[in-house]
Every structure is written in structure tokens, then in C-alpha cells.
């Protein structure tokens, strides 16, 4: 590892000047528990260490709409046990338990997960061209290892998938994300934080430049109370996702009222079926309906030679979980 300094802010203002004074050379870090890693294989090269972990930026508060406001230093393990999110949103705290060990979830921090990066086996090798990690360089995985990347939404120029679990369900109901900058306080929906590779795969969100995350919100959902994260991984014990759900859906008379859908590991950010929702709204919530819906949505995959099984597999996902939350026969 390479030599770094360490500075431990009083205040979200004063991060933000260290971040400006570096300029680029700095990076955040709370729990550590992504961060670290990628600076002991050389790929993050911080000169800057900013520890916010100490800032008052821990409370889970109900808003006054009825939707819930998390600071952006709680701890996963804190966020997935508190009354609130177990109550009002599920799928939240089924996402964070899937997500890691209780080791990890008891360091990392909410707003450190949603900047956690690919996992991607040449974007994590420092000897290897990566488009992620120097642009110009070429995406090696297109023709080499590519069994568990993306499907959906990827470029010529990057097909690595985003690694949250946390963030599928905030991208099903539509969380926002608070942040802070030179520019003051800014809002960003999260359907909108997280940015297409396109021809620029090393911009992966559109925090901009020396700001800081400082919470996200969730809106009240009477939806939301009714969801489920589901995850598929390759073994039992931890580990990260080949592809993931969280749903929640409104039946009423045999008919879909309202539903919301979002994918993990499909895509290089949390995917939000919006195609598979559209499907359904107004249709009879039937195991055919939601296979359709399935179809409708991976009409616009382009896997590759290894991850094809992907399709498939989200496939059957997406039916059977709605027809288990319609409490239909798949």
C-alpha cells in the first residue's frame, strides 16, 4: 500500500475543503470496508485519506411526510435492524442482510455503499487495461471473463455491474440521495445518481467532484411495507450477487393496481424495470402476465458468450417473486 496522509474533519464543511484543497488526490472514507481493499491492490491511490465517520450524520428519522431520512454514516447492521425500516421497508433490510457479512455490515456505512465499486476481476487487477480504471485502455471483459457481469445497460466501452444490494431496493422506491458540495446542499434522485457507462465508464455516479453524500430519503410507501429482496449467488454463504430483485406489488379484484421492480447484477447500476412495470399495470396478476412483463423487460439484454444464462435466470426471478408476492401459482 502507498503512503497516505489521514485527516479527520469536524464538520461535513471542512471535509469538503480538504476534498477541494487535494483536488482529486483525496478520497472519503467511513467504514473503509470497499475502499481499503482496492487501496491494497493498487487501484485507488489516494494522497488524502478524509475520515467523516465522526460526523452526526448517524440518525434515522421519520419525515414528516411519513418517509424515513438516513444519515449517511448509519451502519448497515444499525439501518437493517431499526423498527422502522423492518416495518415500513422490507426489502431494505432483507437487501443488507443478503449483502454481506455481520462483520461488514457492522463497519460499512450506508452512504459508502452506494459509492462501492465493481467488482469486476479486471478493473480489480492493477496489471490489466480497464476502461473503468484508465480510460482509453479497452474492456478486456467483453472477450474474457464475463460470466457475472451485465446484461442491461452496458456500453462497448464497460459491461462491469454494480455490487449494492442495498441500493436495488432504494431504486425500487425511489429513494433519494442528500449531498453537500462548494455548491451547498443538493438533492439527487438515485434514479438519477448513478450514470450509464456510455464512452465514459470511469464516471460511475453524478456526485459531483469534492462533494459529499450526507444522507438518503426514502418516500412513504404503503407499497413499500409489502416488499421482498431476493437474491441469487453462486453459494450459499456470502457473496455477491448474479442477479437480484426488489419487488413489491398491489393486487386488487385479480387485477395489478401498482408495482415496482428494480434488478441487481444485471446492470452497471441498480436497474429499474420500468418496462416490466408498465407491463403490468392493469393486467390480471397471473403467472403468464408476469412472465410477460419478464420478457418485456429483457427485450433490451445484450449478453455475451458466458453471462447469457443471466436472462433466464432474471427471468424466472421476476415471475416467481411476483407470483409469490400475488400469492399465484407460477
Known amino acids: 500500500m502507498r503512503e497516505f ?7 461535513v464543511d471542512a471535509a469538503i475543503a480538504l476534498l477541494a484543497e487535494h483536488d482529486g488526490d483525496a478520497r472519503i472514507i467511513a467504514g473503509g470496508t470497499n475502499l481499503v481493499d ?6 485507488e491511490r489516494p494522497a488524502l485519506l478524509v475520515d467523516v465517520s465522526g460526523l452526526a450524520l448517524d440518525e434515522i428519522a421519520e419525515t414528516d411526510d411519513g418517509g424515513v431520512r438516513i444519515g449517511a ?7 437493517a435492524a431499526h423498527p422502522l425500516i423492518r416495518r415500513r421497508y422490507p426489502a431494505v433490510t432483507q437487501a443488507i442482510v443478503a449483502g454481506a457479512s455481520g462483520q461488514l455490515r457492522n463497519m460499512a456505512t450506508v452512504g459508502g455503499n452506494l459509492l462501492q465499486r465493481t467488482r469486476c476481476v479486471y478493473f480489480t487487477d492493477a496489471t490489466k487495461p480497464c476502461n473503468k480504471r484508465m480510460p482509453g485502455t479497452g474492456c478486456p471483459a467483453r472477450d474474457g471473463e464475463h460470466r457475472n457481469l451485465a446484461i442491461l445497460g452496458a456500453s462497448d466501452a464497460c459491461i462491469a455491474t454494480n455490487p449494492s444490494d442495498f441500493a436495488v431496493p432504494l431504486a425500487a422506491f425511489d ?9 451547498g446542499d443538493r438533492d ?5 445518481f448513478y450514470r450509464a457507462p456510455d464512452d465514459e465508464p470511469h464516471r460511475e455516479t453524478t456526485l459531483p467532484a469534492g462533494a459529499v453524500i450526507t444522507g438518503i430519503s426514502l418516500p412513504s410507501s ?10 441469487v449467488r453462486e453459494r450459499a454463504s456470502y457473496a455477491f450477487a448474479i442477479g437480484s430483485i426488489a419487488a ?8 395489478v393496481h401498482d408495482v415496482r421492480i428494480a434488478l441487481g447484477a444485471v446492470a452497471p447500476m441498480p436497474w ?10 392493469r393486467r390480471p396478476a397471473t403467472a403468464d402476465s408476469f412472465r410477460a412483463a419478464a420478457d418485456a423487460e429483457l427485450d433490451a439484454a445484450r449478453p455475451l458468450r458466458d453471462n447469457a444464462y443471466k436472462v433466464p435466470l432474471v427471468r424466472n426471478l421476476i415471475a416467481r417473486t411476483l407470483a409469490t408476492l400475488s400469492e399465484v401459482d407460477a
Not at 429499474?272 to 399495470?281: F, K, M, S, T
Open 38 to 43: 482496492l487501496m491494497k491492490l493498487d487501484v
Open 175 to 183: 429513494a433519494v440521495v442528500h449531498t453537500r458540495g462548494d455548491y
Open 272 to 281: 429499474r424495470a420500468r418496462a416490466a412495470e408498465q407491463a403490468l399495470v
Open 5 to 11: 496522509a489521514y485527516e479527520t474533519p469536524d464538520s
Open 222 to 231: 404503503e407499497l413499500a411495507a409489502r416488499s421482498t429482496y431476493r437474491k
Open 248 to 255: 413489491a406489488v398491489d393486487v386488487r379484484d385479480g387485477v
Open 188 to 192: 439527487i434522485p438515485l434514479a438519477e
Open 73 to 79: 454514516m448509519v451502519r448497515n447492521s444499525d439501518l
